[in-house]
């Protein structure tokens, strides 16, 4: 194998503009279609459920094998990028994300479905810490606020078009071209990656195995745990064994890695107030805003009657303002730093929250759901990009693959989280009998998701200053 740290030309030369263009296109690519799955799917289970004969429990892990998988094994996958190369990594990442999607497109039954989709969820885990590591070597310090802002954008416009593209594609083809549809941007994306990026490696000469395993046991307990507490009960013996032994196995996997040669997650880290802000911060925003989209887009279906095209697109104005907003916040966060814009951002997306889970009713207008969405777009915009940028400027630059693994696992698992434990109040305050009875259990979730919001402003306030102004003259 190649020493690692010997450099390796590949064109383009890095640091030229097409290098840059590049990058933003490849890792753009990658970035959009892993953070489009999380969502997209969720318009078609409907559809699903009646072609596959799937009962509603059953159909719940059509979602939930995707991101257990994803979340398991994004720190695997950083690893795996420092150590075997990073630009082959993501490519074989996008590649076996591309046959997957083959398969769930030509499941035969709901099971195969959901292999398939556990087996998307593998692909997807080192495309998306690896396409920031990728983004942040193809620019130099003083640029990276601007790249990361639109990377973040895509991110935020695959969350916008998962529901859009999802009810489009069901309403108009079928539920299996949701999956069709990957297949050539894929491949055509890891071909791409090998011809025009360049090869990069972490410091690690070894690969943690231990440490793989330890994690991705440990996250798996916790994150099945999580997504499972609601249905099995969170006092069954089932859900407690896997949140109890979860922890235990990470608590084994930060052992392990104190002592480990070439750890996989270095325990500076935890030292480091940057990144724990970020990482903080992070669980804050997903926990909330996965918990209030899961919630919202079925208050539209289900109390409104919405179809699921029409569902996605009255939700448009919140998630498609990051693509508009991002670009700029990270651009701005690398001159004055990432600290303004994320408390600033968490607490007015906590006030659009506040508005809706005040004012929503079963009647209630577009026009009055509206402002809140615009609001908690706005917010959440705000914040994707300095939260990255502040994670690439905690820790060195052949640190960045690993730190955002590590934020990317912590962010999957405030998602999961947010969903959990809304439901759990849903459940406790509402119910799905009636349109009151399904708003008496929205509003209350909401709210508890503004607080959390709020929680997470006031951590950002800990996020440390610039050192000093980057020089935006950089080469």
């Not at 087996?119 to 495309?127: C, D, I, M, R, T």
């Not at 890891?190 to 490696?201: D, N, P, Q, T």
Request: hydrophobic residues 55%; contains cysteine; glycine residues 14%.
């Amino acid at each position: 194998m190649r020493n690692p740290h010997v450099p390796h030309p590949e064109p383009p030369p890095a640091g030229s503009s097409r290098a840059h263009i590049w990058a933003l296109v490849v890792t753009g690519i990658g970035l959009f279609m892993v953070v489009l799955d999380n969502l997209v799917v969720t318009t078609a289970l409907p559809v699903i459920r009646v072609d596959l004969g799937a009962s509603v429990e059953t159909l719940g892990w059509v979602v939930n094998a995707y991101t257990l998988a994803f979340s398991v094994l994004l720190l695997t996958g950083a690893a795996l990028g420092d150590r075997l190369g990073r630009r082959r990594v993501f490519a074989a990442g996008l590649v076996i994300f591309s046959l997957a999607s083959v398969g769930c497109a030509l499941a035969p039954d709901i099971g195969w479905l959901i292999f398939f989709r556990a087996l998307q969820g593998l692909g997807a885990a080192p495309v998306l810490p690896l396409s920031l590591t990728l983004l942040a070597d193809a620019f130099p310090p003083g640029k990276r606020g601007l790249a990361i802002g639109i990377w973040s954008g895509i991110s935020g416009l695959a969350v916008a078009a998962g529901p859009v593209i999802g009810g489009a594609i069901v309403d108009g083809i079928s539920w299996h071209w949701i999956f069709w549809v990957n297949v050539p941007i894929g491949l055509l994306g890891g071909a791409i990656a090998m011809w025009k990026l360049r090869e990069s490696f972490g410091p690690d000469t070894g690969l943690d195995i231990p440490g793989i395993l330890l994690a991705g046991i440990g996250v798996f307990g916790i994150v099945y745990g999580i997504v499972r507490g609601n249905e099995a009960g969170w006092s069954s013996p089932e859900i407690l064994g896997t949140l109890v032994g979860g922890v235990g196995f990470v608590v084994a996997f930060l052992w392990w890695e104190s002592r480990a040669a070439h750890p996989m997650l270095p325990l500076a880290f935890f030292r480091n107030r940057g990144l724990n802000v970020a990482n903080a911060a992070s669980v804050c925003l997903y926990f909330g805003l996965f918990g209030a989209v899961f919630f919202l887009a079925q208050f539209l279906q289900t109390v409104q009657g919405d179809s699921p095209l029409v569902a996605g697109l009255k939700v448009l104005p919140w998630t498609i303002m990051p693509m508009f907003i991002a670009p700029v916040a990270g651009l701005l966060s690398d001159r004055v730093g990432a600290r303004p814009f994320m408390a600033a951002g968490l607490t007015i997306m906590a006030g659009g929250f506040l508005w809706m889970g005040l004012t929503i009713t079963p009647g209630i207008s577009y026009a009055g759901l509206v402002g809140g969405f615009l609001l908690a777009g706005f917010g959440m915009a705000m914040v994707f990009a300095p939260v990255s940028n502040l994670l690439v400027q905690s820790v060195d630059e052949v640190q960045i693959g690993k730190a955002s693994g590590t934020n990317n696992t912590v962010r999957e698992v405030g998602g999961a989280l947010g969903i959990a434990v809304m439901t759990a109040i849903f459940t406790a305050t509402g119910s799905y009998a009636s349109g009151q009875a399904y708003v008496d259990g929205l509003n209350p979730a909401v709210l508890v998701a503004a607080g959390v919001l709020l929680l997470g402003a006031i951590i950002s306030l800990g996020a440390p200053r610039p050192a000093r102004a980057p020089d935006t003259a950089a080469p």
